[in-house]
């Protein structure tokens, strides 16, 4: 069996990683660093940097807590090198502690070889199990590491064939960036779940990316996705860069979540603009379910895009009705006397005077337990709204996510458990929709939407179909090591 990561406690999911990795700039690791402030709202946990010095030797520094808190002046200062790749990391596996900060460096015979990773892997406990029984030691409690054990078992030749070897045996999401010698590396997974992007700075340095909003802040210029399946090999050589498939060629199955609320609104992810596509979200939503409203409100940030595309086919104002804290933490020294909804209240703030008196449209990207749902209408309703109407801009979601997405066990979610009108009742709004998942597909078209992954709104899950029969092939593999 396959067990789902585990939320936090807050009703919120959570974004899983992102990465970066340069090649050929003399300031890699400072543009690393950049592109990581970039992607901080991928992760927030931890962070890292590994450049290639002067020396072909691998430097590393990383630390827990946000990118600008990780790195200063000083400690950029000791990652020279034209060669760096990054990581943010929220701990979709693994605990989050100061040894599971990535990227993840190891040695082996053929020399030293770093690995940042965004994504879950579906066979990691049977693959860890197998390599523990023929002798490896793992260190860390992230799925990442895994991939380190298989390249260092692996009897190829070189890293590169190493690499390509171990990714064929690993089953699930995965966009990741490998630095070693003179080389960097770019692989995803089959599926393509994870994005992975590539560009290049105007002196000819390479860039890889989990999103197009960190090629922004550097002045890199966006040229393509790394295709699902596809490993890109940057090296000094006359080549410049290279690629090679893996052996599965599936249809992909890229996350719908990354548009709907994970990625950046100015982002391009998967060929796709994120602000185009969720403002389409919300221009659909209008369109099968209206409401006789005043104004048109957002849960910031992820629902503000759909909220605008509600509001302009409408035809009714859009106007700020919550303010989000953005320097509330997840945790927070209470007051002796309990503040009701204190740790919504402490991220969202109701403006009165945009609210009070009004049927009040709330646009929201989804729901997932429900308890912070149920805060926001009642404390729209404390600050005067005459009616508040919750619109989600993503179907109703009833089942967990195994491919690198933070979210709660099928059973905890409200809508596996729930119907529309339960919810509606036990968040107490006047009325509530959701985006129909045939509406949703609507916006890519017959042919886009077969290559978007909806199984946390349908429960049917693209990888694991075959799932005993994978298992089974990847134990024979390492059986045979």
């Known amino acids: 069996m396959i067990t789902p ?55 590393s520094i990383t630390g827990v807590g946000l990118v600008s808190e990780v790195f200063t002046e000083s400690k950029l200062n000791t990652l020279p090198g034209d060669i760096a790749i990054g990581h943010v990391r929220y701990s979709t596996s693994g605990a989050s502690m100061l040894k599971n900060v990535q990227p993840f460096i190891a040695t082996c015979k053929l020399g030293s070889l770093a690995v940042a990773h965004n994504g879950n892997f579906l066979n990691y406990k049977q693959l860890k199990r197998k390599l523990e029984e023929n002798g490896s030691i ?31 045996k690993l089953r699930g999401a995965f966009s990741m960036v490998f630095v070693f ?28 990316a989990s999103e197009t909003c960190a090629l922004d802040l550097i002045d890199a210029r966006y040229e393509r996705e790394v295709c699902p399946g596809e490993i890109v090999v940057v090296d000094r050589g006359d080549v410049g860069e290279s690629s090679m498939f893996m052996v599965s060629h599936p249809e992909p199955k890229q996350c719908v979540f990354e548009h709907g609320y994970f990625s950046q609104p100015n982002s391009i992810v998967f060929g796709r603009s994120v602000y185009e596509t969720r403002r389409m979200y919300g221009e659909i939503l209008a369109t099968v379910a209206p409401v006789e409203c005043d104004v048109v409100i957002a849960v910031p940030d992820s629902g503000t895009v759909a909220a605008l595309g509600y509001a302009a086919k409408a035809g009714v104002p859009f106007q700020i009705g919550l303010l989000r804290s953005h320097y509330a933490k997840r945790t927070f020294i209470e007051p002796t006397q309990k503040i009701r909804d204190f740790a919504v209240k402490a991220k969202l703030s109701p403006v009165r005077s945009v609210l009070e008196g009004k049927r009040v449209v709330v646009v929201d990207d989804s729901i997932v337990r429900g308890t912070t749902s149920l805060k926001i209408v009642r404390m729209l309703r404390d600050a005067g709204a005459k009616q508040v109407h919750m619109r989600i801009a993503l179907p109703p979601m009833i089942a967990s996510c195994y491919y690198g997405v933070d979210t709660p066990r099928s059973q905890e979610l409200i809508s596996s458990k729930m119907s529309v009108e339960k919810i509606r009742k036990h968040i107490n709004c006047d009325t509530l929709a959701f985006l129909p998942l045939d509406s949703l597909k609507q916006v890519y078209g017959p042919v886009e939407s077969h290559s978007y992954c909806y199984a946390c709104f349908t429960g049917k899950y693209p990888v694991t179909e075959e799932e005993e029969e994978e298992e089974n092939n990847a134990e024979r593999e390492l059986t045979a090591l």
């Open 5 to 59: 990561q585990v939320a936090k406690e807050d009703d919120e999911l959570q974004e899983e990683c992102g990465v970066v990795g340069i090649h050929g700039d003399p300031e890699a690791s400072r543009l690393s660093y950049l592109a990581l402030h970039a992607l901080q709202h991928r992760g927030q946990e931890g962070a890292g940097i590994v450049a290639v010095n002067h020396k072909g030797d691998l430097e």
């Open 138 to 168: 793992f260190i860390t409690s992230s799925d990442t590491e895994l991939v380190l054990h298989l390249i260092a078992k692996s009897k190829a030749k070189t890293f590169l064939l190493r690499i390509l070897d171990a990714c064929e």
């Open 181 to 208: 010698q003179d080389k960097l590396v770019a692989v995803r997974d089959p599926f393509g779940f994870r994005p992975l992007v590539m560009g290049r700075r105007s002196n000819g340095a390479v860039v890889f």
